[in-house]
């Protein structure tokens, strides 16, 4: 049973985190849907931007999703998650997965540090960069969409998406794949909230507004967990 105190420091840290919420400037995020055709994007060139690179992908076959986060070999912020089946079921499960992928990736990332993500789902990105949840994500998709924008827009540090080409030897890309697939076969599953199957609406509105509170709740320099179990 928690004591007063914990109960008190929580409470607190809740209320400054609401404060936080309230008061805080959408930060501008870039956003690049387009892949150059051969090789790398530019900014994979250099090793300050390769350091702080992030590869996501997803996966739908056969009536199960996942998604794949690779940041580096051996790097424990790499992630391999399963979605709920009847997200596997859903049309255009794939775009769904890869959308939980880019959410994991920035809601676990430390928000004061920078960070570019690379996808190679042009939709995903697409619907990121128009700022609508767009009804061609069927449920829960639109509401996953919504709630990666919400978290980009707290970031404190500098944000990119970009688009990488898909079976292009980005190796990054490669084992992002591999991740996804191996998420959607066998991995620990993703806890999608109950309330964005439900296609919007005031529980989709609180859902989003939970999520954002628990991201500022840590410290901008601490990274996070995913968002898992049932």
Request: with cysteine.
């Amino acid at each position: 049973m928690a004591r007063p105190l914990q109960i008190l420091r929580l409470a607190a840290a809740y209320l400054r985190a609401l404060a936080a919420l309230v008061t805080s400037r959408p930060r501008r995020v870039e956003i690049t849907e387009r892949a150059p055709r051969k090789g790398y994007p530019p900014k994979l060139y250099t090793s300050k931007s390769r350091a702080r690179a992030c590869f996501v992908d997803g996966s739908a076959r056969g009536g199960r999703a996942g998604f794949g986060v690779y940041h580096a070999d051996g790097d424990a912020r790499n992630r391999s998650l399963a979605l709920p089946p009847r997200v596997g079921a859903t049309p255009g499960a794939n775009n769904i997965a890869e959308i939980c992928a880019i959410f994991d990736a920035v809601f676990r990332a430390a928000r004061d540090k920078p960070l570019d993500v690379y996808s190679d789902s042009a939709l995903a990105l697409r619907t990121l960069k128009s700022g609508a949840a767009t009804t061609a994500l069927a449920p829960p998709g639109a509401a996953l969409a919504r709630a990666c924008m919400a978290i980009l827009r707290l970031r404190g540090a500098e944000t990119s998406l970009s688009a990488v080409a898909a079976h292009a030897d980005v190796a990054g890309n490669h084992v992002a794949d591999a991740l996804a697939q191996a998420g959607a076969e066998r991995g620990e599953l993703f806890a999608v909230p109950e309330a964005f199957y439900d296609g919007g609406g005031l529980g989709t509105w609180f859902a989003i507004r939970h999520l954002e509170v628990l991201y500022l709740l840590r410290a901008g320099d601490e990274e996070g967990s995913s968002i898992t179990g049932v």
